[in-house]
């Protein structure tokens, strides 16, 4: 891959607490990677090839930790309900159909595309119980460029007898063949995916635990999210500590692969901490949240306390596939947090967020949501001048309304890996 250099208007986060701006400068790409940026190119790029963004924002891709892909079809629906009655009215039915592969195909096609289409460049994603379907998912992704890893999910029990797996062994044996046919995949990459404790039975519960010491396969899952789930998981793991500790006795809490676990509204400090000794990382899915009344999960908190934090649309609980909509969100959760909840924990500020959703998730995936030397060169070039550019903003303040204000349609370029995925023409 040769190299190239992006030239606009560049601004990143190494750290939480402030962006890093370089005007009307060049962002070099080699191989693959971060080469540096310069606000003229040294003498060793001369002549490589420019793509000229100028006056146009240039930003890490952005890292969505949580989405569920075959949840897209629905999104926005249902938004009155509560996590458990919502799974059971409308997620559950909806996922059945994905045995289906012709509507697996239409429906995972215009999902596929419209992330494509987006600022995220890395992805978590879920699938459904369908073997063949969480393959044909992963083909369209890779075939669309975006990188990160995808499952197929585990569950049999607490679920419709059409959404079902018949047992612990029979689910198990779906998710080995499963891996066997994508293990080998560098960009799309396959994760365990344990759908929550209380639909995975104990006997599953060992099986994957034994596959991922086998492996060494990352877990994704959910993670004390709701009151009455917390509750339910209390009593189908009495022996538990805590919902975490669950999976802990497991082996599907971290420690020999990473571990990303969404939500975390009601982890407490017990909880907290042994996600911090394991490496879990929490997936912050403000909008879900609040859409399905779950709550307001303490990340100022999980960030004080040295745990590795990032964003999640969770596409549909969330109803935006946005992950500029998340940062807004997280920002705008924290206020409410700092203002009923705790005084003593300040609220998110933008580059904080931004952060989040750039290189503290992007840390799960690799050297990646940042342009230090280095890094994977995921680029996304955004066209804020319908913004506001004219008012003569900083950079800065251009890139905070930017996450408040901006669709799609400002999105003009994407890179990922310094692979150009997506160009407005």
């Known amino acids: ?7 606009g208007d560049i601004i990143y986060t190494p750290e939480p607490g402030k962006f890093r701006c370089h005007e009307d400068s060049y962002l070099v790409c080699g191989d693959g990677k971060v080469k540096g940026i310069w606000r003229e190119l040294p003498e ?11 006056e146009k924002l240039i930003f890490p891709g952005l890292c969505d930790l949580h989405i569920h892909a075959p949840q897209y079809s629905f999104r926005g629906i249902g938004m009155d309900m509560e996590l458990l009655p919502w799974l059971e009215t409308y997620t559950f039915p909806e996922e ?24 995220t460049s890395r992805v978590n ?8 379907a969480a393959v044909l998912l992963m083909d369209l992704l890779e075939k669309a460029g975006i990188c990160g890893f995808a499952g197929k999910v585990c569950m049999d029990r607490n679920c419709p007898d059409d959404y079902r797996e018949e047992d612990a062994r029979t689910s198990a044996e779906e998710t080995r063949k499963w891996y066997e046919t994508v293990k080998d995949r560098t960009m799309m990459r396959p994760i365990l995916t344990p759908r929550f404790l209380p639909s995975c039975s104990d006997e599953l519960m060992e099986q994957l635990g034994e596959f991922q010491r086998e492996t060494g396969l990352y877990v994704q899952s959910h993670l004390s999210e709701n009151p009455e789930e917390v509750e339910w998981v209390k009593e189908l793991a009495p022996w538990s500590e805590n919902y975490g500790d ?5 082996g599907l809490f971290g420690g020999t692969g990473k571990t990303v676990m969404a939500h975390c509204v009601y982890s407490g400090k017990k909880e907290r901490a042994l996600m911090k000794v394991r490496g879990v990382y929490a997936a912050h899915c403000p909008q879900s949240n609040l ?4 709550g307001i999960a303490p990340v100022r908190t999980m960030m004080e306390e040295g745990l590795h934090v990032g964003l999640g649309t969770d596409m549909a609980g969330g109803a935006s596939l946005s992950m500029l909509r998340v940062m807004t969100d ?16 300040k609220p998110l500020s933008a580059p904080e967020a931004f952060y989040l959703g750039t290189k503290g998730g992007g840390s799960f995936f690799g050297q990646v949501g940042s342009f230090e030397e280095g890094y994977e060169f995921d680029a996304v070039v955004l066209n804020d001048a319908s913004l506001g550019t004219a008012l003569n903003l900083q950079m800065d303040q251009r890139m905070e309304r930017a996450m ?14 310094g692979r150009k995925i997506f160009e407005r023409l």
């Open 96 to 119: 059945s159909k994905y045995g289906d592969l012709e509507y697996a195909k239409k429906a995972y096609e215009i999902f596929t595309e419209d992330l494509r289409r987006s600022a």
């Open 1 to 7: 891959m040769k190299n190239f250099a992006l030239k």
């Open 125 to 132: 994603v879920f699938a459904t119980i369908h073997r063949e």
């Open 330 to 345: 997280a920002v705008q959760v924290s206020k409410m947090y700092w203002r009923y909840l705790d005084k003593e924990k």
């Open 291 to 294: 859409n399905l009344s779950s």
């Open 44 to 54: 060793r790029f001369s002549g490589i090839r420019v793509e000229d963004y100028s």
């Open 404 to 417: 408040y204000l901006s669709g799609t349609e400002e999105i003009t370029a994407k890179y990922v890996g």
């Open 246 to 250: 669950a999976y802990d006795r497991f």
